[in-house]
């Protein structure tokens, strides 16, 4: 351990946000090591621990996230979870970046994992924490999100600050720390809770790369040594640390070593992080767990993270009288004397207890601390109108400036990430939304529906413009959005709605389309719960460019949890409407990955999009990939065409190379209506001209160089290319099914089309002049359905249907363009026949018809 009054160092003129550390000590090979917690990172100058926030600077450890905060958020105190401090009060939240655990099933990894201060939004000094405290009623501050262990130095000097104005301190902690330091920390603060991951070492090998031992040496020591109130919350993972055993050993330690009063919260895990490949943590391994906790002894066992009243309510040991009866954070019933005390037997419940329960209930409140003020993010309960500003925009972007409804009976849902993902003052927010659809690009298109990325604006707000610039033009007719994304706070399994009539953003109300809603409860996987949406981003993100964009559009929110891609394409079908309905999926791509493996994992998605192919897209590539599956299936079921519009990932938007989360903007468009864009179209056929041309002139294939490619292009499509000389077929080749970039496609089908057709010799340089070439974009195959060919007749679409016929070897292709020589629908059945090597009077029982648009590009002369 160092003296920081050391005269001998030579580190002067730090920034406000580098601080000088003593947990550290030199090595023989001049490295530094921390010594802060047991991982002893040691670093050579310039070098950061894991943590990302400890760094040798100078020969020494600094702490580099000083007076910076992830942001300010007023929580009930049941939500670090504190159930037996002060119940019932607020307590003023904040973490900062970074974590000295890697672990595989994180539930805050866009704090904790955060590799760069730009995701750090507010910088706030202890005592305008302690401060903000005071002025919004916060019992207590806790240091959350992230473990405090890490900014030691930040936590310590808030919580003097509010010592010194009577605010209390919590610690929200995984207890990886040394002894010197934990003595230190927790002479300051006044409750904690830890985080008992399992109680195996094997498993904090493997899942946080750390160890138990020191974690318990931690909670003995707050027992043993200290008067610091802490309560312990264990994450239940199927099939990880969930056995009847384990959590036994688990309970008969926490008796034998901590006594019998200590409270412990059993919480349900959801797939997030690295760990999506688990299910949800089933209630009954909940409901297991408290019941063995309860015969061994302990007094005060919960359950989190699912709705369950009864592991939320408190019950007196003496008596078994119900004394604090909770609904999630919500205290509906309160049995204790002002000294916590059971009102009916007398009994002393163990905790922190001054007076009446607090009335916070669960609200979740933003809050922006400035050097002067304390702004609490609007609205939280008076419903005020947003300042009436008119932005500098042209006229195409003036939108209806939105007010608070007069309707006080209205049930709303507050924001719950406003200030975090983006602006929380609405005048701010208008203007930030408007300028990112003013420098969207995006091709004039005809979507239905659209996938959005839901990161905080300045990492995938420019994407998500892309998708809503694609169909901003439509504005006017949509009157409904069907919204679905993925829960990340909560498991849901199936489809969930929230109860309400309006979600709100600081722009005002987004109202609930109840119609649609209450269709959606007819499916027997949908149900209405509004706790998932509690702390939820995913579709929150979107509401600001709804309201911008779609003036008058009501929403039908949704979180898709665990699904089948049939159930989700059901809910779909029942919402679909027409013109007046669009379909949204929020969704991010691959998470903290490196570039690279996030530009392939995320090429990958988008090739699995574009060929609406579900089973393509893995577990890792989507964070709502329920949803995505669910509109793939019933895209192609009715015939659409998916576009990738817009891929970039946090490293492209941010910097930061080292852990990427991937976005991506995709549009989906029923084939019969789609033209594409003019300058595209002529793109293509230059390509298509050179390789014929290069290759006739040189006698090889041409190698063509191609730049700049817009991502338009890059999208995997079936295509034909079609040579005509003075009127008659001299080449024709494709690939009815997408296998590479449109645009390499197209150059390879040209050069087939010109010199590997076997019905004709290569093309000459001397024909050139007497030919012209044509492109065919092929939308994906789908199935068509017929009870005999009376039936199948009937249904065939002359001149817009493409058919490909299949009898066992037998194949043959018709593109659209063949109903100018064969009119009919039996003429032109026949001769797919005959193109597939098969009688015209075939028929079996299994010959199949797959149907497809395709999309004429030119002819134009090829010289």
């Known amino acids: 351990m160092k003296d920081l009054d050391d005269t001998n160092s030579t580190l002067d003129n730090l920034p406000p946000d580098t601080v000088r550390t003593k947990y550290w000590h030199t090595l023989d090979d001049g490295r530094v090591q921390c010594d802060l917690c047991p991982r ?26 000083y007076g910076r905060s992830s942001g300010f958020c007023i929580d009930p105190i049941e939500k670090k979870p504190l159930n037996h401090f002060y119940p019932g009060t607020a307590v003023l939240s904040l973490g900062t970046a970074g974590c000295n655990l890697s672990c595989n099933f994180c539930q805050n990894w866009d704090i904790s994992k955060a590799r760069a201060m730009d995701s750090i939004q507010d910088l706030a000094r202890p ?45 929200v902690t995984a207890g990886y720390v040394c002894d010197e330091p934990r003595k230190e920390f927790y002479n300051y603060m006044d409750a904690a809770n830890v985080d008992l991951k399992a109680f195996s070492e094997d498993f904090y090998w493997r899942q946080t790369k750390s ?59 959801h797939p997030d992080y690295r760990m999506k490949d688990k299910n949800h943590t089933p209630p009954a391994t909940l409901k297991r767990a408290r019941k063995i906790a309860l015969d061994h002894g302990l007094k005060y066992v919960y359950t989190g993270n699912v709705h369950n009243p009864e592991g939320d309510t408190t019950y007196c040991p003496g008596c078994h009288a119900e004394v604090i009866n909770r609904d999630w954070y919500q205290i509906n019933n309160w049995g204790l004397t002002d000294k916590g005390e059971c009102k009916h037997c007398g009994y002393q419940i163990a905790g922190r207890f001054d007076g009446p ?72 927010l208008a203007t930030t939304v408007d300028q990112i659809m003013n420098n969207a690009a995006a091709p004039k298109m005809n979507p239905k529906a659209i996938i959005a990325p839901h990161a905080g604006y300045v990492y995938s707000g420019q994407i998500a413009g892309s998708a809503y610039k694609a169909v901003e033009h439509l504005a006017d007719k949509i009157k409904k959005i069907v919204l679905f994304g993925p829960p990340h706070r909560m498991p849901v399994k199936g489809i969930c709605v929230p109860d309400y009539d309006a979600l709100l953003t600081p722009l005002g109300p987004v ?80 998470h903290y990955e490196k570039y690279d493996d996030t530009y392939k994992l995320d090429n990958a998605a988008a090739v699995a999009i574009e060929t609406l192919n579900p089973n393509s897209l893995g577990d890792m590539q989507a964070c709502g990939r329920h949803a995505i599956r669910g509109l793939l299936v019933e895209a192609r079921r009715r015939q659409m065409r998916a576009t990738t519009i817009d891929l970039r990932n946090s490293g492209d938007t941010k910097g930061d190379k080292s852990r990427c989360v ?72 494709g690939s009815f099914l997408p296998n590479k970039p449109m645009v390499l496609d197209v150059a390879e089908q040209a050069f087939n089309a010109g010199f590997q057709d076997p019905r004709f010799k290569p093309l000459t340089v001397d024909e050139l002049k007497e030919c012209d070439i044509a492109l065919s974009v092929l939308s994906i195959p789908g199935p068509l359905e017929f009870d005999d060919e009376a039936d199948l007749l009937s249904k065939i679409q002359p001149n817009i249907d493409g058919l490909i016929l299949k009898d066992g070897r037998n194949q043959g292709l018709f593109l659209p363009q063949v109903w100018e020589s ?7 059945l026949k001769g797919l026949k005959r193109k597939a090597g098969l009688p015209e009077d075939h028929w079996s029982d299994t010959l199949t018809i797959q149907r497809f648009t395709a999309e004429k590009i030119g002819p134009v002369s090829l010289i």
Not at 218 to 237: A, D, G, P, R
Not at 375 to 397: D, F, G, L, W, Y
């Open 511 to 590: 109202t609930i389309n109840k119609e649609g809603r209450d269709q959606l409860k007819e499916l027997d996987f949908v149900y209405a719960d509004n706790a998932p949406f509690k702390g939820e981003h995913d579709l929150e993100v979107q509401l600001p460019f709804i309201q911008r964009v779609f003036e008058h559009a009501e929403i039908i929110p949704a979180l898709v949890g665990q699904t089948t891609p049939e159930q989700v394409a059901e809910a779909l079908d029942k919402l679909w409407g027409g013109e007046e309905t669009l379909i949204i999926i929020s969704s991010d791509l691959s």
């Open 211 to 269: 160890a138990l031992r020191p974690v318990l040496d931690t909670l003995e020591y707050l027992k043993h040594e200290t008067n610091v109130w802490f309560e312990i919350t264990t994450l239940l993972i199927p099939d990880e640390n969930d056995s009847t055993r384990e959590i036994t050993e688990q309970c008969e330690w926490m008796v034998e070593h901590l006594g019998t009063d200590v409270p412990i919260h059993f919480s349900a895990f």
């Open 40 to 65: 002893a990172c040691k670093m050579k100058e310039g070098q950061r621990g894991l943590c990302f926030i400890r760094q040798n600077t100078g020969g020494e450890v600094v702490m580099t996230s």
């Open 127 to 171: 005592e305008a924490i302690a401060e903000a405290a005071v002025k919004t009623g916060s019992k207590s501050v806790a240091f959350t999100y992230n473990d405090p262990v890490i900014f030691h130095e930040y936590a310590i000097d808030i919580a003097a600050a509010c010592h010194e104005v009577g605010v209390k301190t919590v610690a």
């Open 822 to 828: 064969l009119t009919t629908p039996e003429d032109f």
């Open 357 to 428: 329960a607090g009335n916070w209930g669960r609200k979740r409140v933003p809050v922006r601390i400035g050097d002067k003020d304390v702004t609490i993010a609007r609205p939280v309960s008076k419903r005020a109108a947003p300042p009436k500003k008119q932005h500098n925009m042209p006229p195409e972007m003036t939108r209806r400036r939105y007010e608070m409804p007069k309707d006080s009976d209205l049930t709303m849902l507050d924001p719950q990430v406003a200030g975090m993902f983006y602006p929380d003052n609405p005048s701010v």
């Open 662 to 733: 991937g976005y991506g903007a995709f549009i989906f468009e029923y084939n019969d209506d789609i033209k594409m864009d003019p300058v595209f179209a002529e793109n293509l056929l230059t390509v298509a001209k050179a390789m014929v041309i290069q290759t006739a002139k040189t006698g090889q294939k041409a190698k063509l160089q191609l730049k700049g490619v817009p991502r338009s292009l890059m999208n995997q499509r079936g295509v034909f290319v079609t040579i005509n000389k003075n009127g008659q077929l001299r080449g024709c080749y």
